[in-house]
């Protein structure tokens, strides 16, 4: 089948296919199809012609080449550690990270033969170029001073390169063995000192709380005394107003009771017989006094040899 469909078309027709199946391979090997977040710099005869964004395209063939593809992503890299001596004379080894993107496919093309290993280099010699501005301490403790400067020095120095780099990050700082171990000494020693700080403050704050508590104390008790004092004085002054109303009172019921006398006696009617009889008992009861002289009226002078024999009586009671 296949000698017969030949020889039907002759030697003229399968020169045509032929020349149309390579064409038409031809035609197919110069679709180009950039894949996003990517670019195609191309050459035509060994110079530059333009850049491929995103999308399908057509090189013209035999005259037109990919001279490169790149990828337009952040891309990071890892570099391995450096040796870099400080200010004061102390080597250590420190790597870094570098996040860059590029941003010119042209310039990264054709500013710098192998990018990668010229990013490398210029990061090497950046980093030592400002650690040795500075001492080990400050190395230690300015990692974001130093990723600033180195930062800005590569954005700078890498722009004609079509690259940018957005951030630079010093993974691991590592110090002789030797001052490793005086650092380790230094901060044990730091921690101790801190240590005995912490527990002398708790023993004063303790100390200042006993006090206080003691003082609290003492001024609660006195104020307890001074109001059980307060109500004692306070008891004994209301004892005393309520002997000084009993006093009064049986005072006045006495002379209440005495003016009820005289008047009873005033309404009985009593003579003088009676009334001599009561100055005789007031006189027999002003006899049991302590008094040496008893004044008798003239009324009862008739009676002065019995009161003062009755004053002899009571002066021999008290011998």
Known sequence: MKTLFLAGIGPLGIVFIIIAVVVLLIFISCIRIVPQANAY????????????????????????????????????????????????????????????????????????ERPSEALEKLTATTLRNIIGEIELDATLTSRDLINSKMRNILDEATDPWGIKVNRVELKNILPPKDIREAMEKQMRAERERRESILKAEGDKRSRILQAEGLKESEILQAEAKKEALIREAEGQKQSQILHAQGEAEAILEVQKATADGIRLLKEAGADQAVLTLKAYEALAEVSKGQATKIIIPSELQSVAGLATAVTEVVKGEKK
Do not use: C
């Open 41 to 112: 710099v191309v050459e035509r005869l060994g110079a530059y012609r333009k850049t491929w964004g995103t999308g399908i395209h057509f090189l013209a063939p035999f005259v037109d080449r990919v001279g490169k593809r790149m990828s337009l992503k952040e891309q990071v890299v890892d570099f391995d550690p450096q040796p870099v001596i400080t200010k004061d004379n102390v080597t250590m080894q420190i790597d870094t990270v570098v996040f860059y993107q590029i941003t010119d496919p042209k310039a990264y093309a054709y500013g710098v």
